[in-house]
């Protein structure tokens, strides 16, 4: 009988997220053919290759070069030559760790690095260097990561993050969230996740079935950049978060050349608001290499928030913050 049972759930198909996961741009020359572009001579660094879903694709717009989804995601030739301050660490994320999988800056909560996969690979990540094979905590691996939250009772929120947390089965994240559930000091899960953006598809039954009976509020923490990054899908995908019980907020990174302007951060504000996520965070750049394009100055970043709070209901204009290495809290910039 189990040979039987072991033989039928294997010619299961894959989950549509999945499937869709297998289709997705790997290689330039191909995302700029499928946009109407000439190829150009870049080359991907071997340790974080270019990856975007076929669906983030269709929201850019074709024919153009400067489009701002696109420049997200597209390797640029020599992008990780050295620059002055940029480094492959720089929110001290390695000083950080207590076990394995386990990131604990901040009082009362704590992050656990799940996997280090991702559905789209964002040329300004601050983890592109981040050493998963040592440290994530997924599957057999994560018993360390629960212990250490089970005996620190100061720890009332427990943060899912990566790579994209969501990349793991849900079978797995259920697994996860069973071996937390007898810590009676937890309040909170939290995920932080791209793919409600850029894999829709993800936010399936399944998943919004395990994030309704889980023991604690759920708070799933998305990450746009852009308003032309929201659709009907991911509408959708957002829809069904809400009616699980989840509270969605997004986070944003101010980048040179995506959203550096007032309008556009504006209308990501009110796209995000409207597609039932709340203006969270608008990051600054973290210093990492490879991404020095993509820095704003403090002063223009300050100044285009300032414009944000003149035309904008406050809850509509997200904090202003960096990320420092061995400071205890995300630092307001105004």
């Known amino acids: 009988m189990q040979s039987d049972s072991l033989a039928r759930s294997a010619v299961l198909p894959k989950p549509r997220w999945q499937q869709a996961l297998r289709q ?88 656990l690095v799940a996997t280090g996969a991702c559905a789209v690979h964002c040329r ?71 793919l409600p953006v850029v894999l829709p598809e993800r936010i399936d039954d399944r998943l919004c079935r395990w994030l309704a009976e889980l023991p604690w509020p759920a708070v799933m923490v998305i990450h746009a950049n852009h308003p032309n990054e929201f659709d009907s899908s991911v509408d959708a995908a957002l829809s069904r978060l809400r009616r699980a019980g989840v509270q969605v907020l997004n986070q944003a990174v101010l980048l040179a050349g995506i959203n550096d302007q007032a309008a556009t951060l504006a209308g990501l504000m009110r796209r995000s608001f409207a597609a039932g996520a709340l203006p969270y965070y608008l990051h600054q750049l973290d210093r990492v290499t490879g991404a020095a394009r993509f820095e704003v100055e403090d002063r223009r970043a300050v100044a285009l928030v300032e414009t944000l709070r003149r035309e904008l209901s406050g809850y509509l204009v997200p904090r202003l913050v960096r990320e420092r290495a061995g400071v205890p809290y995300k630092t307001p910039i105004l």
């Not at 700029?32 to 001579?41: K, R, S, T």
């Not at 947390?165 to 969230?177: D, I, N």
């Open 124 to 194: 300004y990540c601050f983890r592109q260097a981040f050493p998963y094979q040592q440290e994530r905590a997924s599957a057999d691996r994560w018993q360390p990561a629960v212990d250490y939250v089970a005996a620190n009772g100061d720890i009332e929120e427990v943060i899912l993050s990566g790579g994209d947390p969501l990349m793991l089965p849900t079978v797995q994240l259920r697994r996860l969230s069973d071996s937390l559930a007898p810590v009676g000091h937890l309040r909170r899960l939290r995920i932080h996740s791209r």
């Open 24 to 111: 997705a741009f790997r290689d330039p020359a191909e995302l700029l053919a499928f946009l109407g572009l000439p190829p150009e001579p870049r080359a991907a660094p071997a340790l974080f290759p270019m990856r975007v879903p076929r669906r983030f694709a269709r929201r850019m717009e074709y024919g153009n070069r400067h489009d701002p989804l696109l420049l997200q995601v597209l390797p640029e030739s020599g992008e990780m030559e050295a620059q002055p301050g940029f480094c492959d660490d720089p929110v001290g994320d390695r000083d950080s760790r207590q076990t394995r999988g386990v990131l604990h800056k901040y009082h009362g909560r704590v992050l």
